[in-house]
């Protein structure tokens, strides 16, 4: 029977998670501004080992009634950094491939192939089909330019039908045309796409669309760190 080893980050188990969260709280504190009783027990928290009693009885003695008043003041915000820390390195862990900026300009029928062919087996490639004055497109293109944000990990793509050198099959009556391929394989082909959308659409529209077939990952976890902060103040 094998064990896995745990990779960097936070501690699991109620243990580890009890001295990660230790740890972190430490870390966290203006020490600078304590007072010198306060400033002198996190010491010995933070460097049992160090301090001139038994450092093995030191380490571990529990916390006296006197001792936690002392510390549990700003928990609930100390306790909300740390959540969000919690988080966010759970999420690196599960988030896997490279992320992307910007939708990208596809300028020929062989850059539209290398796209699909080579990007990372577990990025979606989502390429948005279009033509310069056929209705839905200019919108279209506007949505995916906000979408980026928030699905950063999704590789947004375009290409014009007239250089993607397959103009006669993608004529202006099957545009705008959305694929969506991942690893190579095509898990989503919506010609004249926005004839189910409404006819004054936005990107909120089109990402539920997505969803609806399940095209789309999670979303990113946003940087709440500063509204947390001032919901403590």
Request: charged share 30%.
């Amino acid at each position: 029977m094998t064990t896995k080893k745990s990779k960097p980050g936070f501690s699991i188990g109620p243990k580890g998670v009890i001295n990660d969260w230790r740890k972190f709280k430490l870390e966290s504190m203006d020490q600078d501004n304590l007072p010198s009783a306060k400033k002198e027990l996190l010491r010995q928290m933070s460097s049992p080992n160090k301090t001139g009693d038994d450092s093995r009885g030191n380490l571990n003695r529990k916390i006296s009634v006197q001792e936690y008043e002392l510390l549990k003041e700003d928990d609930e915000g100390c306790l909300k950094k740390y959540r969000r820390r919690c988080m966010q390195e759970m999420h690196e862990k599960l988030s896997f491939g490279p992320k992307f900026e910007g939708v990208h300009d596809l300028d020929s029928g062989e850059a539209f192939l290398e796209v699909i062919e080579k990007e990372h087996h577990s990025t979606v490639v989502v390429v948005h089909i279009y033509k310069i004055g056929v209705k839905g497109c200019e919108e279209l293109n506007n949505c995916l330019d906000c979408l980026v944000s928030e699905y950063p990990t999704v590789k947004f793509c375009r290409i014009n039908a007239v250089t993607s050198g397959a103009a006669e099959r993608f004529r202006d009556e099957v545009l705008p045309t959305l694929l969506v391929y991942k690893a190579g394989e095509l898990l989503g082909n919506f010609l004249a796409c926005t004839q189910h959308l409404s006819e004054e659409f936005f990107a909120t529209d089109v990402e539920a669309f997505l969803n609806s077939y399940g095209l789309l990952p999670e979303k990113e976890v946003p940087d709440m760190e500063g509204e947390e902060e001032n919901e403590v103040e």
